[in-house]
């Protein structure tokens, strides 16, 4: 009895973070990366912008959406500089060895690389310890990729 209470709770707990696994390293919502939101802004308006369909663009077997035409022509030019580090996967989750969803409002631009997390509550802890949670998620990304 108790072995199957574990095993509920392992379920319960993990089973929406397994649910998200995909063949594409980055995470998406019904295709799209960052939940649809324009990875530009976070570096030129310091915010989460929502992108349109009406500015998408194809990149890395994922589609990426912008909220202006100009945003879509940076990210043309240089979108390794733009995509999100670990596939935009929470940068925290990963520095604890697994993928986990994020918000796209939880977010730090750290060395002109943007990081996103699976919300305010675990940005608040990768922000106590930047360095070391970058180092330990570098380590683990290739194996997770």
Same mark, same amino acid.
């Given at each position: ?49 929502? +992108?349109? %369909?009406?500015?998408?663009? @194809? ?10 035409? #100009?945003? =879509?022509? /940076? ?17 925290? +989750?990963? %520095?604890?060895?697994?993928? @986990? ?10 060395? #002109?690389? =943007?990081? /996103? ?29």
């Amino acid at each position: 009895m108790k072995l199957s209470r574990i095993l509920i709770y392992t379920l319960v707990v993990f089973g929406p973070v397994v649910a998200y696994g995909q063949d594409t390293p980055y995470f998406t919502e019904k295709g799209v990366a960052v939940g649809g939101y324009d990875v530009v802004a976070y570096f030129t308006q310091q915010a989460a912008v929502k +992108g349109s %369909s009406n500015f998408s663009f @194809s990149w890395d077997e994922v589609t990426w959406h912008f909220s202006s035409s #100009e945003n =879509l022509n /940076l990210f043309k030019e240089h979108p390794q500089r733009y995509a999100p580090q670990f596939g935009g996967w929470c940068a925290y +989750g990963v %520095s604890e060895n697994h993928k @986990s969803p994020t918000q796209p409002e939880a977010f730090t631009i750290v060395n #002109e690389k =943007l990081y /996103l997390n699976y919300n305010q509550k675990v940005l608040k802890l990768w922000r106590s310890d930047t360095t070391r949670y970058i180092r330990q998620a570098n380590a683990y990304w290739p194996a997770l990729k």
